[in-house]
Nanobody
Framework: QAQMVESGGGLVQAGDSLRLSCAAS????????VGWFRQPPGKERDFVAA????????YYSASVKGRFTISRENARNTVYLQMNSLKPEDTADYYC????????????????????WGQGTQVTVSV
């Protein structure tokens, strides 16, 4: 079993930056594909970004591509989500999640494949 714990959320203004962290324990991070998802109030949980086990491959939703960057430090058992040029529509609860092993380019977007989930961290972007 892997435990995922998010941190770094908060209240920021439009245009600001924020970096989320996801600390993993219970499993070697290098064995896990990790993704970030977000759930705005009253809406479904959607894919944001994912990173392969080695970090060589990254995937982004169209709404965040070019503004958000996912990265990982396996030695620190931590995955990051750097969020720049934040917009009010980025307001949501952000969750990190992990898959044992790899996922294909299209499969990484599917939240149903993620086995381990954190409790989430709230991000609020004001106008």
């Amino acid at each position: 079993q892997a435990q995922m714990v998010e941190s770094g959320g908060g209240l920021v203004q439009a245009g600001d930056s924020l970096r989320l962290s996801c600390a993993a324990s219970g499993r070697t991070l290098g064995m896990l594909t990790v993704g970030w998802f977000r759930q705005p109030p009253g809406k479904e949980r959607d894919f944001v970004a994912a990173i392969s086990r080695s970090g060589d491959h990254t995937y982004y939703s169209a709404s965040v591509k070019g503004r958000f960057t996912i990265s990982r430090e396996n030695a620190r058992n931590t995955v990051y989500l750097q969020m720049n040029s934040l917009k009010p529509e980025d307001t949501a609860d952000y969750y990190c999640a992990a898959i044992d092993g790899a996922c294909s380019r299209t499969a990484c977007y599917d939240r149903r494949l993620y086995r381990y989930w954190g409790q989430g961290t709230q991000v609020t972007v004001s106008v």
